[in-house]
């Protein structure tokens, strides 16, 4: 569905990338390593738009995305839960969710796409009509996951779900991905728990230096001898 | 004219130099109007002596506000503007509603006017062209000085500044003094001249108004706009006057304001300095050999080894998150030590509290036996601690040779101005890159702006270098050229803190690592040992709860 | 010092809240640019000046009834936000340079304004000058009413806006994550041109109300702007509600400060005001 060709990206100070290709077949669950700074979230705000990439070709279902304006990018099928949330602050649950739901198309069921999250995120349910600043940070985590899901992608983008929660509401996160993996969608998880992200993922990419350096099925990236080298250093035994 | 000369030139000081926009010109140039007006027509003193005394309100009255406002750091940009307009209507309010003034004005038709020359008319030419030349030759010398790089290194970046050792409060307020005691001046003659004062036509928007367009235009970033400013401004509203055309030309300014502002936001002058020459190869720097080394400093030291830095139970919370939560470090002098850690584990703020960002919530920062905690953060750089940020932050409107310039003044060195800029090429040399001195930061790719970076940590001859990720972004070729550069760095003796996520080069550097995983050290020794450990591999790659 | 009467003081107030109600009117078109699209649009009030003139012309020597006029000058002047918003969004401009340049598009219409109309009084004779009510001891003026119910309507009905359609919410979301808001499909050219409209019109609107209660002088452009800025500070940028009430108590207080000691007091409350608030208040910009 996605597919990711030579992209290069320099984007201010974020960490670059070079040369970087992916795909993403349909309903798909892949996970992106990597140490910090290897350019993972430069790669996903790439795929959502919110970077423009120097070079390389982007497209999904064949149509090619490094031409579109930003606000485009979600009517392909993309949603982006972005590092550290970022909800509107000031604006309502209810309101953040109907953000997500503001294309035409994701608009006219939007009633019932909220009734979905709270189905998921049961704790989201009494906290519609609190300002998204009040809810702690896993609450928050779920109005982020749930804005994207409002806009009924086909392509989710995850960045760093897990960050700053704790373990209990990790394991609840995962949970949460998994069922939305199983109802079909695909899934970039960008994680920072590596044994959990490719413990659920299908495939894997190791980003390094803001190159792929691995690739292949989950449980091959695990036992890759790259992953400890990228993470822990050359281990002179 | 040149009335306007002393005004724009006056206002630029501050406002042009360290981008402080003040909309309240005004007000100084009214105190002085004022106090010359009171001594000379109520009081009868001779018109000379009013003159320190309105320079010397005017500065009072401008420190005191500065001492006030400065403190707040919120009160930058256009609320600074904002609040310097609030003040003059203040003070306009007060003047008019007190024996100051009274109401109907004052009248100086009967002070006599001091004979410096044959005619009154030449008299008020002769002292708006001394104060004219007084003016511009001030805010040349500052411009060229100490004082002046650091008004436009606060101007493109405050808190940069400051962390560089610049001690941005006093020269802030140093500037201001100085801009207002010139308005005062100003504001004396004028109200001879004219000898009819009130505070309507004294405390009014036009003043600041003119004044921030002429200088705009002119060029805020050379001592000589303003006044380039003022002259072209005053001729085209004298020439229209003159041709009864002074709507016309009120039209004609503001499109000239309005082109100059969208078209060169940086004035004439600052236009024509644009087009100085500029380097277009885009060839990465190749460091050159070290230069020669500097006897002084940075020689092989006798307590290698000793501790230089020690933290103890440093806590720093923001909004109940505990970014560091009881941290304990030695740093020993001479060595490097990597900080590492997942996301969010405390690494840069550990770096912002030491060089003074931030003040700690708790704990103790000792520097060389020294206690640093909650103190300003260009005494921690005097004190000999520079940085880099991962974000690289130059100062954008300095040439290289400036930005690195300003911290060889500023930093642990403390150089004069001349010694600093011969310091500056000794350091763009080391990283490669001299041949760009010149330019501005802009012109840099990410690499060199890292280097730049570097040399202007350097420069400060600081005993500990905090390196905040200067490496992400690089490409590996970039990385390696870097980690080089590192290494010779620490042959010199400089001790260095490491925060870095490319293992390759923690490994390759590092003679201990400490590890810091939500806000606390999970482990410290050597890379090798520390990276074996299950607790920090299950840090870094979590543990599968399925 | 003798306190004036209740009644003076009664009256001192409602006139206080009727300017504070203007000051409202014009801040509301400044609070959303600046807080919503960060730019400082000094020409929010020569626009509202060119305004007030036009109606002037319409009414005066065309005999057409003020409040008529809001039909075309509504339009034209959303047209003409835009428009600007248009030219400065072509430059990425910094909040002070959007200030200096706005303000040289005021010295413009200021010299526009003088050159066609000159620089003597003008005011505007209308069927609703003079006329007023009487409730139980006080006044209330025709005029002034008017521009109260506006302000009101108007505040109201942009702050519900806001909260309650898309495009409110949409505006909500860009001021505070463009780029987020943008991957949700949310195009930000678009709605800063719309928002620059609504300011636009906004200013027109003021325009007919200052027309409706004051003598109009190319110069006086500037007699406004420091109290409407004061407002909308102290309301919050890009606040619909904010600027309303606090025009309406920086009104009150000049009224008040006017009947109990001499009018030229009266500016020192809404400056010593925005000071104050300006070196107190944390956080929010």
Known sequence: ?237 | ?546 | MTLPSATLLAQSALSGIFIGSLYGLLGLGLSLSWGLLHVINLAHFAFAFLAAYLCYQLASVGGVDPLLTLVLIVPLFAALGIAVQWLLARFSLSPLNSLLATFGLTAIVEAGIQGYWTADFRKLESVYAGEKLRIGGLFVPIPELITLALAVALSFGIYAAMRHTRLGRALRALAEDAPIAAAFGINAQAHALAIAGVSGALAGIAGVCLALSFTLTPSSIYAWVGVVFAAVMLGGLGSALGPLFAGAAIGVSEAVTMAVASPSWAPIVSFTLLIALLLLRPGRT
Request: charged letters at 15%; proline letters at 4%.
């Open chain 2, 1 to 546: 004219m040149l009335h306007w000369v002393v005004l724009a030139t006056s206002w630029n000081i501050l406002s042009g130099y360290s981008g402080y926009f003040s909309f309240g010109h005004g007000a100084f140039y009214g105190a002085g109007v004022y106090t010359a007006a009171v001594l000379a027509g109520t009081f009868g003193i001779p018109f000379l002596w009013t003159l320190p005394a309105a320079a010397l309100v005017a500065a009072l009255l401008g420190v005191a506000l500065g001492a006030v406002v400065f403190r707040v750091r919120r009160v930058r940009g256009e609320l600074f503007a904002l609040l310097t307009l609030a003040v003059t209507f203040v003070l306009a309010t007060i003047v008019q509603n007190t024996p100051i003034d009274g109401g109907p004005g004052i009248y100086l038709s009967a002070v006599p006017v001091p004979a410096l020359a044959p005619t009154a008319a030449g008299t008020f030419y002769l002292m708006a062209l001394a104060l004219a030349v007084v003016t511009l030759v001030l805010a040349r010398a500052i411009a060229t000085s100490r004082l002046g790089l650091a008004l436009f290194a606060i101007h493109d970046d405050e808190d940069a500044a400051e962390v560089m050792g610049v001690p941005t409060y006093a020269c802030k307020l140093a500037a201001f003094g100085v801009s207002c005691a010139l308005a005062g001046l100003a504001g004396a003659i004028q109200a001879l001249f004219v000898s009819y004062v009130t505070a309507g036509s004294t405390f009014n928007i036009t003043v600041p108004l003119t004044v921030v367009l002429m200088s705009v235009l002119g060029g805020t970033r050379h001592f000589a706009g303003p006044a380039l400013g003022a002259l072209l401004i005053t001729v085209l509203l004298y020439a229209s006057t003159a041709a009864d055309h002074a709507v016309a030309g009120k039209a004609i300014t503001g499109v000239i304001l309005v082109a100059a502002v969208l078209f060169m936001p940086n004035g004439i002058l600052g236009r024509i300095r644009r087009k100085s020459p500029r380097d277009t190869r885009d060839t990465t720097p190749t460091p050159a050999a070290t230069p020669e080394a500097d006897s002084a400093i940075h020689s092989v030291r006798a307590n290698r080894g000793a501790p230089l830095l020690v933290l103890r139970g440093l806590r720093k919370s923001f909004r109940g998150v505990h970014a560091l939560d009881g941290v304990d470090i030695d740093v020993r002098d001479g060595e490097i030590l990597g900080v590492l850690g997942p996301n969010g584990s405390g690494k840069s703020t550990l770096i912002n509290v030491v060089s003074g960002h931030y003040a700690p919530d708790a704990g103790s920062v000792r520097f060389a036996g020294v206690e640093l905690a909650g103190i300003s953060a260009h005494r921690i750089a005097r004190a000999g601690i520079a940085r880099t940020y991962q974000v690289p932050r130059p100062f954008a409107h300095l040439a290289l040779r400036d930005n690195v310039a300003l911290t060889a003044m500023f930093g642990a060195a403390r150089r004069d101005r001349v010694q600093a800029n011969a310091e500056a090429q000794r350091w763009l040399a080391f990283t490669g890159l001299s041949a760009r001195s010149a330019m501005l930061p802009g012109a840099l790719n990410l690499h060199q702006t890292k280097f730049l970076e570097l040399a202007r940590a350097l420069a400060a001859k600081p005993r500990l270098l905090l390196l905040d990720e200067v490496l992400s972004g690089l490409t590996p070729a970039e990385i390696d050229d870097a980690v080089a550069l590192i290494a010779r760095i620490r042959e010199r003796g400089t001790t260095i803190v490491l925060v870095e996520h490319v293992m390759r080069v923690v490994t390759a550097l590092s003679d201990r690592v400490v590890v810091l995983d939500q806000g606390r050290v999970l482990a410290e020794g050597f890379v090798s040992e520390v990276m074996a450990r299950d607790d920090v591999a299950e840090a870094y790659l979590g543990v599968a709860h399925a």
């Open chain 1, 1 to 237: 569905m996605l597919e990711v060709r030579g992209l290069c990206v320099r984007y201010g100070a974020a960490p670059a990338l070079w040369n970087v290709s992916l795909t993403i077949g349909d309903g798909e669950l892949v996970s992106l390593v990597g140490p910090n700074g290897a350019g993972k979230t430069t790669l996903v705000n790439a795929i959502a738009g919110v970077h423009k990439p120097a070079s390389g070709q982007m497209t999904i279902d064949g149509r090619d995305l490094m031409a579109l304006p930003a606000h485009r990018f979600c009517e392909s099928g993309i949603a982006l839960v972005p590092e550290g949330r970022r909800l509107f602050a000031r604006m309502s649950v209810r309101e953040n969710l109907e953000i997500g739901a503001y294309r035409v198309a994701a608009r006219i069921e939007r009633e019932a796409a909220i009734e979905g999250v709270c189905a998921l995120f049961p704790a989201v349910r009494d906290k519609l009509d609190h300002p998204a600043a009040s809810l702690s940070g896993g609450q928050q985590q779920m109005v982020a996951i749930g804005r994207a899901l409002m806009a009924k992608p086909r392509l989710l983008l995850l960045d760093e779900p897990s960050l700053g929660l704790s373990p209990l509401m990790v394991h609840a996160m995962f949970g949460a991905i998994r069922d939305v993996h199983a109802a079909g969608t695909a899934v970039l998880l960008v994680e920072q728990n590596v044994a959990m992200a490719l413990d659920i993922a299908d495939r894997a990419y190791l980003l390094e230096e803001g190159r792929i350096v691995a690739k292949g099925a989950a449980s091959d990236v695990r036992d890759h001898p790259d992953l400890r080298r990228a993470y822990l250093g050359a281990t002179e035994q």
